[in-house]
């Protein structure tokens, strides 16, 4: 079975700084994918990034770019110029791919944007 | 282009009583997928189904709690006589095939056990 870690319950940062978040996963699979979803106080799931496993350049969407290690099983989130926006939990998802259905959750990290 | 729907976005009730968690997917999508999200917790998969099939049911506990996915009509989550711990946040999601990623996630339903 996959595990999803994600070690820093919660974490903080000035606004207009660099965070980074840390997920570890355990797999013995090959071809799999790796997320990032927001969780705001409004409880929505909002995909942030993915990362395709057989992909060796890190994904990047704007402010959000990933530091995957495959063989240290490792996925982490960069945040760039932290906005107040930014405060919300923070999950790691793991899906193992070959049509796989369930997504694997990380409990999270709590994100405080400070002024 | 309408998201994944869920309905009601917040759900009262007593112990003892039914609760019905209605999602309706992506236009087009035929696949659904049930997680339910513990106070501080991750999401956690219940449960898989497809137009009039359930195909993967081993995350929904066994008593108690029933879903479906008509020909018609939203897929439906109905948790029956409820006790305090089914408090949580139900999200589903649903996708065009299986193992499509990401899957499209609705904005859940957060249930209260009084």
């Known amino acids: 079975a996959q595990t999803v870690t994600q070690s820093q319950p919660e974490m903080s940062v000035q606004e207009a700084e660099t965070v980074t978040l840390s997920c570890t996963y355990d797999?013995?699979?090959?071809?799999?994918?790796l997320f990032w979803y927001k969780q705001p106080p409004s409880r929505q799931m909002i995909l942030v990034i993915r990362q395709e496993a057989y992909k060796q350049q890190n994904a990047t969407e704007n402010r959000f770019s990933v530091n995957f290690q495959k063989a240290a099983k490792s996925f982490s989130l960069k945040i760039s110029d932290s906005q107040l926006g930014d405060t919300a939990m923070y999950f790691c998802a793991f899906d193992s791919g070959a049509g796989s259905y369930q997504l694997t959750f990380g409990k999270g990290t709590k994100l405080s944007v400070i002024p | 282009n309408a998201g994944v729907m869920q309905n009601p976005r917040h759900l009262v009730r007593r112990r003892g009583q039914e609760a019905r968690l209605r999602c309706s997917p992506v236009k087009g999508h035929s696949h659904v997928y049930w997680y339910r999200q513990l106070p501080e917790e991750g999401l956690k998969f219940m449960v898989y189904l497809q137009k009039e099939n359930i195909i993967d049911e081993s995350g929904m506990p066994k008593e108690r709690f029933s879903a479906e996915f008509p020909k018609e009509g939203p897929s439906i989550l109905r948790i029956q006589q409820v006790v305090r711990g089914d408090s949580a946040a139900y999200f589903c999601a649903s996708s065009l095939r299986q193992g499509d990623q990401p899957q499209h996630f609705g904005d859940g339903t957060r249930l209260s056990i009084l």
């Open positions: 797999t013995s699979e090959s071809n799999y994918y």
